[in-house]
């Protein structure tokens, strides 16, 4: 269920980040044959701080073409992960859509891409346990008249979005009253049409919340106190095929090797390196 440029808004990055709609991977790591040393991992490169692509070479970066490379920390759990059960990694850069797809096509070996495992996905795949926890939030414009709501009902008759496919667009309806607008095809669209004033608000999870505020000052993050917001799971997952039992057996051992006070802090310095913050 958010990783990681220069002093860009989130317009821009939307701008730069466009290419990430793919129906294929477009990563070379995609074209080639799996084999035992490699564990290729599929994300969005585009859904900070989670993961984002970037045409700068850093200390946590992996290539996903001859020239980008994706960040975020959905990277770095997968360089660790991969690391722990001697692999080296690949990232590969598709669209959410494509990605259990791929996954099932033998395109990739793991989905870590902010993933929560929701019933319907379960179907498909199999998921670790849970490798971060978040929070669910809604983002509003910083004078608008609900950056002072205290619960859901406070949003009674605003216009909502979420992004398509993603559990961010199903909670919507627990709003009492709103107007839910159509699923925008990815979340820099979704803040683009809140800046534009299409939308009221756009639901997300904290840490890219919080991304999207520090880049856009006139945007501000809507939290609610316990019982007041909404009931979803905010845990992300890993997904690998239904029968893959080795690897999701090697990565639930790796991930309990990780303790909390790691995964949080990692997070905290994807939030603080993501585009936006970039210098």
Request: glycine share 6%; proline share 4%; aromatic share 6%.
């Amino acid at each position: 269920m958010n990783t990681i440029r220069k002093s860009l808004t989130v317009l821009a990055c939307a701008a730069l980040l466009t290419g990430c709609a793919s129906n294929t991977p477009t990563s070379t790591a995609a074209s080639s044959s799996n084999s035992s040393d490699t564990l290729r991992v599929g994300m969005e490169c585009n859904y900070a701080p989670f993961n984002w692509s970037t045409t700068k070479e850093g200390e946590y970066t992996q290539p996903i073409s001859s020239a980008d490379y994706c960040d975020g920390y959905d990277v770095v759990v997968a360089k660790n992960l991969a690391d722990k059960i001697g692999k080296k990694v690949e990232i590969v850069k598709l669209d959410w859509d494509n990605l259990i797809l791929s996954l099932n096509n033998n395109q990739i070996d793991a989905v870590i891409a902010g993933m929560t495992a929701t019933d319907e996905r379960k179907q498909q795949v199999n998921f670790t346990d849970p490798y971060y926890v978040s929070e669910e939030v809604l983002i509003v414009k910083k004078d608008s008249q609900y950056t002072s709501a205290a619960g859901l009902e406070d949003f009674k008759g605003a216009t909502v979005q979420g992004q398509m496919n993603t559990i961010y667009d199903e909670v919507i309806d627990q709003i009492p009253g709103v107007n839910h607008m159509p699923a925008a095809e990815t979340f820099p669209a979704a803040i683009q049409a809140l800046q534009a004033g299409s939308v009221d608000a756009v639901t997300s999870e904290l840490p890219v919340a919080n991304g999207v505020v520090s880049a856009n000052p006139d945007l501000a993050v809507v939290r609610f106190a316990e019982g007041k917001g909404f009931k979803a799971d905010t845990s992300v997952s890993i997904a690998v095929r239904k029968n893959d039992d080795e690897l999701l057996n090697a990565l639930q051992d790796a991930l309990k090797t990780i303790d909390t006070d790691t995964r949080n802090t990692w997070m905290e310095e994807a939030v603080n390196r993501q585009p936006a913050n970039e210098e």
